[in-house]
């Protein structure tokens, strides 16, 4: 009898911990929700860092902004570029905040889109050209470029091969590395979204080092990825009506201006 009984407790602790789905009608306010969200981040500046001990960055704003729009409970990890697909393709995770699209993530997850940004060069001064374009800078093999590794949101497929193959590109393991390389001038270039660039060049104090070289003809999307195992179709929808929600009410601004110029913001608000 004892043993039945304490079968009985166990089996009311497993179902009291077990993943409790949201429920979100179409058109029901928002801020109800008591579903458990395991988060990743990307674990590099501006997105999430620590400070002090606790965690800071752009993606851990807009996570406190989705819980204050749908609820739920957040339990957020920071993982690095390489081990961001495997945690989303196994099953591991419910939810990438502000990642880029990429087929590397499709497998195991949907993307919801929040705004969209370009690409951006930083070339050392003393090999900028005033005409010349990122294209030029790649087909120079005079330029050496760094990135980060298991990163290909910005630098194509072809275009690393190229890079690789004539022995021009070097490989770290965040983008503070790979500016560090530009500022020691061991590289002579790099390839990154504009907020990522931006960041790095006043971080290191380098604006007077280099040139920025703008390349809109590429958007890069950028928003969040959904675990298609994990999280509800319904719960898909939650989500990107909290995304819409964000934008209009003016917390999308608030929250960018804390980590580019309120230009820079009003673009991603637009696109």
Not at 56 to 65: F, Q
């Amino acid at each position: 009898m004892k043993r039945l009984g304490f079968t009985i407790f166990c089996l009311f602790v497993l179902f009291s911990l077990r993943k409790v789905p949201a429920r979100h009608p179409a058109g029901e306010s928002t801020g109800s929700c008591n579903r458990r969200i395991l988060v990743g981040l990307n674990n590099y500046e501006p997105f999430a860092y620590r400070e002090n001990g606790q965690l800071k960055g752009l993606a851990h704003d807009i996570v406190l902004a989705l819980k204050d729009k749908v609820g739920c409970e957040y339990f957020e990890t920071e993982l690095s570029a390489r081990s961001e697909a495997e945690h989303i393709n196994n099953d591991r995770i419910d939810m990438l905040v502000l990642m880029v699209k990429t087929t590397e993530y499709e497998k195991g997850g949907v993307f919801i889109p929040f705004y969209e940004t370009y690409r951006q060069l930083t070339v050392a001064k003393k090999v900028f050209g005033k005409n010349r374009k990122i294209e030029d800078y790649i087909n120079d093999d005079k330029v050496k470029f760094a990135y980060m590794i298991g990163n290909r949101t910005v630098l194509s497929k072809d275009e690393e091969d190229r890079l690789l193959k004539s022995s021009r590109l070097l490989g770290t393991p965040d983008p503070e590395g790979a500016f560090r390389l530009l500022k020691e001038g061991r590289v002579q270039a790099v390839l990154f979204s504009a907020l990522l660039s931006s960041h790095y060049i006043d971080k290191m104090k380098m604006a007077d080092k280099v040139e920025k070289i703008r390349d809109e003809t590429q958007k890069i999307p950028v928003g969040i990825y959904l675990s298609k195992r994990r999280v509800s179709p319904v719960e898909r929808e939650m989500f990107a009506r909290a995304f819409e929600e964000i934008k209009k009410d003016g917390s999308f601004v608030r929250i960018l201006s804390k980590y580019m110029s309120l230009d820079q913001a009003l673009y991603r608000l637009n696109h």
